[in-house]
């Protein structure tokens, strides 16, 4: 057996693997993928295209409940056809995840190896019969659900993971949701709006992500409206007559599927890695420094969810680009994370940009917060939508934008512009200054900045910045009638 | 008749008047407002707020096309009822409108004089069987429809304007719809959703306001497959049968109804502005210095559209509150205008912020453009959209964003995050280093600004500013294999 000197190695062909190769392929071609399949990436294939194509289906369904006051008659003809959303939902997957592996058609022949790597006791990397010494290796291999073993062996194919779920064949009458983080919220409500019967558990009140205990409280009040939502460890069962046993402190469900989203694990254990000098904690992830993807003193590089960080695309992408930039280049791969952005994309969405209501508590009174409702506004009035609120986070002594969270209507653009806005370090007058088109849930936005600046201790503006300041302005005229 | 002296006259009690009035009422109590009624500004009783409530109804039922890929079933009996489409809209629209009547109940008894006002030649203003003598006066008159006295002469009820359309009892089964601009492009494709056969008339290519001919183009690809459009002046005549006979220089219809939408002129006829020292063109509109409000070298202010600006909510607000704030202090009122953001509420929307192809044409060579379509891009995939362009406009030599424009889903949200980034004097790479969610509209927006910036003559950044620049980077590795 031969060993063919590399450059780099890239270990995984999904977004993070795939970002990296191509930056590594501008300054190189000495370099391999390794990957044994299935091809196109945890997004396309078990992700957010099958997710979102599902949620579509059913948040669609959901608005006919509004067709009678919008003069459209009908909508208790509308039906959702279980199996058909199912359908439809894969075949947008795998046409999307078809699309990602056409566009690795390039370079797929010659340096892609369809095979599972691991470094062998001398510092090679084996993957089936070849075997590979690379210079620097991007470990971008992502991550798989969480499921207790017991779990899985009691209940084999009732259990549902996202690896699985969108595969059914048709709906359950009942489900149980394990877990209700971003995955499970999204799922759970969709379920619920395609007329199956969800409870959900969490021992957390963070549904969804959320640390603002006024978001939790509206989320509570909008999205328990759909599912039955309960806050406590579950465990599941199988009972005799073939259904699922789901108990927890204070009672007991029986349901037909149970979706388990308690969280993700690092696809690590079998790189072993400790033959490449890395070391990696009991959960199966390597001690980075922050803003470093390289282990410290290694070309050994992460990037993606694999290393512990969000399972989100865009940061896997930029992960995977800065590690293949410094890998290529045998250098440090240091960088700047940009301003987190978050969203559910549950009805409302929920969506938080910046730091978070759970980050801030440290700095205590030094943050001004404000906040506004959806519930009355203009706009969500004619749309007919189910309200939200939406809260902003800002340093009370310079006005500074720091975090923002809402549930709201049309929340993953609001998201984008106050990210935006953190991102360039934006004060709440800058934002005050934009223009605010009516009727647009911006307007409300504009509320709970306002709401916010209030609280801080700079001068307040007459006019929001409209005013010319070249115009001299007297003290006011007296108040006399 | 005794004449009495006040601080502030404010003629009209629209969003304009409205808005001076919170001003003036901040530094003094000594003003009036006169409006003979009906009260409830423009936007609520005949603007946005009825039109957003009927295209609403329009936009859902239209949404039924997609129910078969969605996997849901029964598109075909859900019905739009013209009748109750109507009565939905007025409902909405009394509701909206009553509140803002019932936000004047504080100042109502005592400063509103429910009369038309109108100057006397010896410069006081008479109001019924009062008379003021203001030390400032703000006009806030608004517009009215423009119709061709032929037109409403030869058709009478057939011939509707924003003023009556909200009004009918039910639904034409044809109409003719005179002008494409926001107001005739937003219900025109309302109308064809719902039903009615459509045909509008416009002699210009720029419907919806629109300049960009890639835009323009996309725009009659689109909307053009609901609607038929004739880019030719029409006339318009009564035939023996009760219906409108719609003639253009290549041909003739028949309709039911016709909704005149080519514009509004100002308020301004009954004023005798002259007696306050004001010429008025032939159009009606005051001579006024750009940024400023008050015509030199007199008192009097204008304020919302009646001065020849466009008819939009949040620009008539400011301009209220800058009129106001300098009425009550007898200064020139000048003020920076806000960053300009136009939004079409048809399906896809059409927005812009900033300058347009239009207003860029004379930079010529010095603007770059980039382009990117949302037809094929995930987001518009899953949620079964129409698609649409986007078109950024940016300064060659810095990158500095100048304008965009875009018939997009979601346009009115990215064209709230572009006006704020222009207002910012943000450049591209600005853009470009903000969070780009997985699957939204805005990673289309973000192609369309990396499509600028390689038009531009600035430094192409590695990794878009993610990538830490405190880090040395050598030069590439050779190409080897």
Known sequence: MTTKDIYVAIIGAGTAGLSARSEVAKVTDSYRVFDPGPLGTTCARTGCMPSKAFLQSAHDYHRREAFGALGLDGAKDVQAIGSAVLAQTRELRDDLAGGVVDGMES?????????????????????????????????????????????????????????????????????????????????????????????????????????????????????????????????????????????????????????????????TDTLKLDCAGVMLSDAGHPDLPPGQLNVPGTSVYFAGDVSGGPALLHEAADEGRVAGFYAARMKDATFSRRVPLRIVFSDPQIS???????????????????????????????????????????????????????????????????????????????LLRMPFYHPTHEEVLRRAIRAALAECQVEQEALEGTRCHDTPVDAPADKTT
């Open 352 to 430: 938080s940009a910046g730091e978070t209501f759970e980050t801030l508590q440290e700095e205590g009174d030094s943050i001004a917060m404000g906040s506004a409702s959806f519930s009355s506004a203009g706009r969500a009035r004619l749309a007919r939508d189910s309200g939200g609120v939406v809260r902003i986070y800002a340093e009370k002594a310079t006005a500074r934008l720091r975090g923002a969270a809402m549930i709201a209507p049309a929340a993953e653009h609001l998201g984008h512009l106050l990210a935006f806005a953190i991102c360039n370090r934006a004060q709440l007058q800058d």
């Open 107 to 267: 370079w797929q022949a010659t340096h892609l190896v369809k095979e599972t790597a691991a470094f062998t006791a001398d510092g090679t990397l084996r993957a089936g019969d070849a075997v590979f010494r690379p210079r620097a290796t991007v470990i971008a291999t992502g991550t798989r659900p969480v499921v207790p073993e017991k779990w899985r062996d009691a209940l084999g194919d009732r259990l549902l993971t996202t690896e699985t779920f969108f595969d059914m064949p048709d709906l359950p009458a009942r489900i149980a949701v394990i877990g209700l983080g971003p995955v499970g919220l999204e799922l759970g409500q969709a379920l619920a709006r395609l007329g199956v019967h969800v409870t959900g558990f969490d021992p957390s009140p963070m549904q969804g992500g959320i640390s603002d205990p006024l978001l939790q409280e509206h989320l509570e009040e909008s999205i328990g409206r759909e599912m039955q939502i309960v806050q406590a460890n579950a465990d599941l069962s199988l009972a005799s007559d073939g259904s699922v046993t789901v108990s927890w402190e204070d009672g007991e469900i029986s349901v037909d599927r149970v979706l388990v989203a308690i969280g993700r694990k690092p696809n």
